[in-house]
């Protein structure tokens, strides 16, 4: 499984950008897709995630309403939608798949559950 992350930049707070993940090597829809983050001299945190198929969804407090995690599994990519964007939103932004073959309602949260990282997009918000 190979993952790569684009869509990064710099945007001024109230602004919007569109993460990408592209995912290969393995069937898209047996993954689990997450979205975290890691700020400068903080430990990576959970932003979102979505489960297989049915779009079940969860999401960090933080971001609530301002973040969307949708996917398209017909091209292998899924996306964070990120609107209304604060400074404390700068960070390193990292996709990650986990494998969870049957549990088609599942979500995953914590980082330790995934097990395909791909490269990190920077994303920085001017105030």
């Known amino acids: 499984v190979q993952l790569q992350a684009s869509g990064g930049g710099l945007v001024q707070a109230g602004g919007s950008l569109s993460l990408s993940c592209a995912f290969s090597?393995?069937?898209?829809?047996?993954?689990?897709l997450g979205w975290f983050r890691q700020a400068p001299g903080k430990e990576r945190e959970f932003v979102a995630t979505?489960?297989?198929?049915?779009?079940?969804?969860a999401y960090a407090d933080s971001v609530k309403g301002r973040f969307t995690i949708p996917r398209d599994n017909a091209k292998n990519t899924g996306y964070l939608q990120m609107n209304s964007l604060k400074p404390e939103d700068t960070a390193v932004y990292y996709c990650?798949?986990?494998?969870?073959?049957?549990?088609?309602?599942?979500?995953?949260?914590?980082?330790?559950?995934?097990?395909?990282w791909g490269q990190g997009t920077q994303v920085t918000v001017s105030s």
């Open positions: 979505i489960g297989r198929q049915l779009g079940i969804t």
């Open positions: 990650a798949v986990v494998k969870v073959p049957g549990a088609i309602l599942a979500v995953r949260r914590g980082s330790e559950e995934y097990g395909y």
């Open positions: 090597g393995r069937t898209f829809s047996d993954y689990v």
